[in-house]
T-cell receptor, first 112, second 114 residues
Framework: NAGVTQTPKFQVLKTGQSMTLQCAQD?????MYWYRQDPGMGLRLIYY???????DKGEVPNGYNVSRLNKREFSLRLESAAPSQTSVYFC???????????FGDGTRLSIL | QKEVEQDPGPLSVPEGAIVSLNCTYS??????FMWYRQYSRKGPELLMY????GNKEDGRFTAQVDKSSKYISLFIRDSQPSDSATYLC??????????????FGTGTQLKVEL
């Protein structure tokens, strides 16, 4: 049972580099989400996709873009990485918005 | 003030103890309440979810909701070292419908000692 799969698991970037984080789910869920988790800040929603073909901003969208490639896949792109984007990024999916979410194991991203 | 408040801990208890983890919230529209467990270097894992007020039990875990006080709790009986993790509460106004996302607490770190 794969559930939600995130790649890569770890990445180190230099300031100004770009990168795409990949996420795929095999639970036939309609909604997908990207969060960042920082010490003392909890989970903060970056972007979400309520259903295939739609995306919306969350709490902290600046500096990020997303693509809902199909029902299974939802990617997060950093166009010009900044040290403030050093974080652990989690992808999640749910049957619908507001319903219990299922998380991947995260991508640990360091930006120097 | 945050919509959901959760004591970050750390909370350290001896093996076999009863653990009480709590969240308070300010949005009276919240109807659905969830608890997640997050092990170090892993993603959050859904433990329990409940609707409105009352109790729900699953093995050693009991989730309790008091909407009048805007207060939810997770009780862990006979705690084990394997329960050592961060526990996050989450809540939502309704389970279906567009635009109603989950609001998470910041998590309480629990350590169960031998």
């Amino acid at each position: 049972n794969a559930g939600v799969t995130q790649t890569p698991k770890f990445q180190v970037l230099k300031t100004g580099q770009s990168m795409t984080l990949q996420c795929a789910q095999d639970m036939n869920h309609n909604s997908m989400y990207w969060y960042r988790q920082d010490p003392g800040m909890g989970l903060r929603l970056i972007y979400y996709s309520a259903s295939e073909g739609t995306t919306d901003k969350g709490e902290v969208p600046n500096g990020y873009n997303v693509s809902r490639l199909n029902k299974r896949e939802f990617s997060l792109r950093l166009e010009s990485a900044a040290p403030s984007q050093t974080s652990v990024y989690f992808c999640a999916s749910s049957v619908g918005v507001g319903q219990p979410q299922h998380f991947g194991d995260g991508t640990r991203l360091s930006i120097l | 003030q945050k919509e959901v408040e959760q004591d970050p801990g750390p909370l350290s208890v001896p093996e076999g103890a009863i653990v009480s983890l709590n969240c308070t919230y300010s949005n009276s529209a919240f109807q659905y309440f969830m608890w997640y467990r997050q092990y170090s270097r892993k993603g959050p894992e859904l433990l329990m979810y409940t609707y409105s007020s009352g109790n729900k039990e699953d093995g050693r875990f009991t989730a309790q909701v008091d909407k009048s006080s805007k207060y939810i709790s997770l009780f862990i009986r006979d705690s084990q070292p394997s329960d050592s993790a961060t526990y996050l509460c989450a809540m939502s106004p309704i389970l279906t419908g567009g635009g109603n996302k989950l609001t998470f607490g910041t998590g309480t770190q629990l350590k169960v000692e031998l």
